[in-house]
């Protein structure tokens, strides 16, 4: 069973930068991404990478956010840049993503990591 787990979350004042890990457990051949949950939002995918390296990103982070992959540590990343206070919610790692109905979704979830941003 493949295992996720996050790291790097905290408290930040806007503008300021943090970096999300997320350890795998084991090599995994399927895409992997961020999401994140505001309190009383729905979750959303912030973004995500592809096995072949194809990147999205929420237009809202565009710009502010960069993912990335090391295959070699199985580990996830999500460094984000020129935080705003609309950042904060619980960031979720992901693997497997896949899409239904339109809405993205994903087979094996993180626990979660906090991340709050003050003005």
């Known amino acids: 069973e493949v295992q996720l787990a996050e790291s790097g979350g905290g408290s930040v004042q806007a503008g300021g930068s943090l970096r999300l890990s997320c350890e795998v457990s084991?090599?995994?051949?399927?895409?992997m991404g961020w999401f994140r949950q505001a309190p009383g939002k729905e979750r959303e995918l912030v973004s995500s990478i592809s096995v072949d390296g194809i990147i999205t990103y929420v237009d809202s982070v565009k710009g502010r956010f960069t993912i990335s992959r090391d295959n070699a540590k199985n580990t996830l990343y999500l460094q984000m840049n020129s935080l705003k206070t609309d950042d904060t919610a619980v960031y979720y790692c992901s693997a497997c993503v896949y899409y239904s109905g339109g809405r993205p979704l994903a087979t094996i979830w993180g626990q979660g990591t906090q991340v709050t941003v003050s003005s």
């Open positions: 084991r090599y995994i051949n399927c895409g």
